[in-house]
């Protein structure tokens, strides 16, 4: 049956679901690349909240997303920017996550890593030694559950170091005691503007340049970076200045096909928001790849970018709520509500386009739930045939 979706200039079209889903089903275990998809929390919509109360998390739903993530051979980052970290997940919040999510990678032999930062200090101006301490504790927490540790970029640290050598006196405080490797997250202001002038300048250049040093004087204790600043030439740059054995996870959510596949001089793995949506899709791509046919993981995969760029349009921050959408869509929880009442945060015309455009995909296992679920969406709105 036809659906009405509105578009950016209020007129409605016309769109005619697909009826039937891509064939998707699990597989061999990755070889070439190592992929995380950064998933998404599922919020309790029967907690009488307020987007300022600390988040009620529906647990069952989401762990049985991670499985699903697993299930096709993804690692979970967890408790990151796409779990709504300083956006409506607080840290005790994030800890429950932590420890959850370990907990259950452990009895599904999945792989995980948790996202460490320092967003238990919400109190106002703090000193650099404040910053570390912050760290810690959260560092600790993700050690403690057996979990990767990712160092994210921290909103306090911005705001307090006065430059490139609070960035290096603090991060190399922490790699020196962290017991395993991590990954160094570098998050660009396009998703979170109060990291405007990381690594101790506006600018990318000098920027980089302390970002390598942090790596340098560590590199036994840093097993890769993510880079989320969605410039594929400037992460191809800085990817090819790594130390070796250091490997680069994109997080351009613009660029990952041509990123993950590479050239002749290298390639990045992946740790993604938008494999949470792509998942299985996403790993079937990387399969191919495997058996080095880089057309083949190109024609799966360069589709899903009009998708990508989508939900990942400016603010780009609020991505996040059309990845709960998309999920929503697919069955894997059974309402579209967020924590914080993100579910807002997206207009109407937005989440018809990502359906349609997630639509054309295949990307809903039960095409006609996802059809019935925009329909009453749309009527909630006031649309009508």
């Known amino acids: 049956m036809t659906l009405h979706l509105p578009d950016a200039h209020g007129t409605l079209r ?64 967890e408790a990151m920017d796409t779990a709504q970290r300083g956006m409506g997940l607080d840290w005790a919040g994030a800890a429950e996550l932590i420890r959850r999510s370990a907990a259950e990678a452990k009895a599904a032999g999945g792989r995980i890593a948790c996202g460490v930062g320092t967003d238990q200090l919400t109190g106002g101006p703090v000193t650099p030694a404040e910053v570390r301490a912050a760290y810690e504790e959260q560092l600790a927490v993700v050690e403690e559950s057996g979990a ?42 396009m998703f979170d503007p109060a990291l405007e002038g990381y690594w101790g300048s506006s600018g990318l250049d000098a920027a980089t340049d302390t970002f390598l040093d942090v790596i340098a004087a560590h590199p036994d204790k840093v097993d890769g970076i993510k880079v989320s600043l969605l410039d594929a030439q400037r992460e191809i740059d800085l990817r090819r200045r790594l130390p070796k054995g250091v490997r680069c996870y994109t997080g351009d959510d613009f660029h990952y096909p041509e990123l993950i596949a590479g050239d002749e001089q290298g390639f990045s793995h992946a740790l993604l928001g938008i494999f949470d949506p792509l998942g299985p899709l996403a790993a079937e791509a990387v399969r191919v790849l495997d058996t080095g046919d880089t057309d083949g993981f190109r024609a799966l995969l360069d589709p899903t970018v009009e998708l990508s760029r989508h939900l990942f349009q400016a603010p780009t921050r609020f991505y996040k709520t059309g990845v709960v959408f998309l999920a929503w869509l697919a069955g894997h929880q059974s309402h579209f509500t967020m924590v914080g009442g993100l579910q807002s945060a997206r207009s109407l015309p937005h989440l018809a386009r990502a359906y349609e455009l997630a639509d054309r995909l295949g990307l809903f296992p039960d095409p006609k739930l996802a059809e019935d679920r925009m329909r009453n969406l749309l009527h909630l709105y006031g649309v009508t045939p």
Do not use: C, N
């Open 148 to 189: 990767q540790a990712i160092l994210m970029a921290s909103r306090a640290l911005a705001a307090t170091a006065k430059g490139p050598e609070d960035y290096l006196e603090v991060y190399g405080h922490l790699l020196r005691q962290a017991a395993e490797p991590v990954i160094l997250h570098w998050l660009g202001p």
């Open 14 to 77: 016309a769109y005619e679901p697909r009826t039937e889903p891509l064939a998707l089903t699990p597989g061999a275990p990755f070889t070439s690349r190592t992929v995380f998809s950064a998933a998404h929390v599922v919020a309790d919509p029967y907690a009488d909240t307020t987007p300022d109360s600390p988040a009620a998390v529906d647990w069952d739903a989401t762990l049985a997303f991670r499985r699903h993530l697993w299930a096709h051979g993804l690692g979970v980052a």
